[in-house]
C-alpha cells in the first residue's frame, strides 16, 4: 500500500515550524499504523524516444513492483549537459539505482555512471545497422574504473529485475515482492510443462 505524503495537502506545513520534520513524523506514524510504505527509485536515461519500446516493458513491471521511476530523454552526444545535471542530481533526489538505455556506438551508461557513485544499469539497444553488437560492447567494455553492469541486447526487462535486486538488499518489503515474483515464475514453467506433457501423452496414445 502507499502513502503520499505531503504536508501541504494535509494542511500542517502551518502547524508544525519545520515542514520536513512534519514529513517524518506522519511517516513514522503511518509506518506504526501498519502502513507499508516502499521507498525505491530508479532514475532511467533514454538515449532517445525511439529506444523507449525496450524498456517499457521493464517500466512496466518497476511500476508492479511498486518501485518509483523518473525517467528522461537524453543523449550523451547531443545533450551532454543535460546528462551530466541528472546522473549529478540523482542520489539527492532519492534516486537508488540509474538504468541508461542506448544504441549504436553507446556510451550514454558510462558517461551516466561516471558522474555518479549509484550502480548504473546498461541496456544496449538493438536498433543499429550492426544490431546492437555495437552498443553491447560499448556498454560491456567499458575500461577499468567506472564499471556499467550491463545486460542482453534489448534486455530492457531483466535491467528492471536486476534493479528491483539491488534495491531489495535494503528493502524486505521489495524483497518479498521479488521472492512472490520467482514463485509465480516457476509455478509458470512448471504449468507450461504438465500442459506439455499431457499434450505428448494424448498424442502418443495410439488411436483405436
Ligand atoms: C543513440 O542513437 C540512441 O540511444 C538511439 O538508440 C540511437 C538512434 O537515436 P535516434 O536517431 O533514433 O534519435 O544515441
Redesign the pocket.
Known sequence: MFHILDCSVLGLQNLLPWRKLSSVIIWLGSYMLGGEILMAKVGVV??????WPVFEPGWRLLSEFGVETEVLVA????TPDVVREFALSAQEKGIQVLVA????A?H?PGVVASFTLLPVIGVP?S??VLKGAD?LLSIAQMPAGIPVGTMAIDGGKNAALYAVSILALSNESLARRLLDYRNAQAEGVRKRNRALQEKIKREQTPAR
Open positions: 533514454i538515449g532517445s524516444d525511439s529506444d543523449s550523451a552526444h547531443r538505455v542506448a544504441g549504436a553507446a550514454l539497444v536498433g543499429s552498443a
